[in-house]
């Protein structure tokens, strides 16, 4: 009697889970946009071709998951002089290192939205961070993922350390993705 019990606990939970489907959200790459800033300081720029993977569900975050890489080489700041000095080892080593990549491990909901936490790997270091951010449907098949986070760059070993807080890198990310 107990075995049969626990079988069809068993049966029950497998079928449940099994129409427990998360939406796969695809990014547009071409217009994803990953801007950054240095605080304290002029210098900006941007990446480009973020590829992402969004199995995210706002009623089953539990099993959400994101990852998101970008490729280094696409560095815009404005100047290309200081974008291959940007690229070389002085900074992200581009040839050693080419991509940037974050997982998630861990998606919350928020009073402002959603905190996904997860691995960030730029360089040889991957650092747990929490990247906060909001989730706005504008229909039933596109929506936006908007998010703002800061990084410390010395960290990740990018940039050597600043008195003055000028190693402190803002990243904004807005990502639009369909169904």
Do not use: C, R
């Amino acid at each position: 009697m107990k075995k049969t019990a626990i079988l069809a606990s068993a049966l029950v939970a497998i079928t449940i889970s099994a129409f427990t489907v998360l939406t796969l959200w695809k990014a547009d790459e071409k217009t994803s946009t990953v801007n950054f800033e240095l605080q304290g300081s002029d210098k900006k720029g941007t990446f480009s071709n973020l590829v992402s993977t969004l199995n995210f569900d706002k009623k089953n975050l539990k099993d959400s998951k994101i990852t998101a890489s970008i490729d280094v080489n696409t560095i815009k700041a404005g100047n290309e002089k200081l974008e291959k000095h940007l690229m070389s080892a002085d900074y992200f080593d581009a040839e050693k290192f080419p991509k940037i990549t974050f997982t998630s491990s861990e998606i919350k909901s928020t009073d402002a939205g959603f905190i996904a936490k997860g691995s960030l790997t730029m360089k040889d270091s991957t650092k747990m961070i929490e990247i906060p951010f909001t989730f706005t449907e504008s229909d039933k098949a596109k929506a936006t993922f908007s998010g703002t986070m800061s990084i410390n760059a010395t960290d990740y070993g990018i940039m050597k350390p600043d008195k003055a807080g000028k190693d402190k890198v803002l990243i904004y990310l807005v990502v639009p993705a369909t169904k």
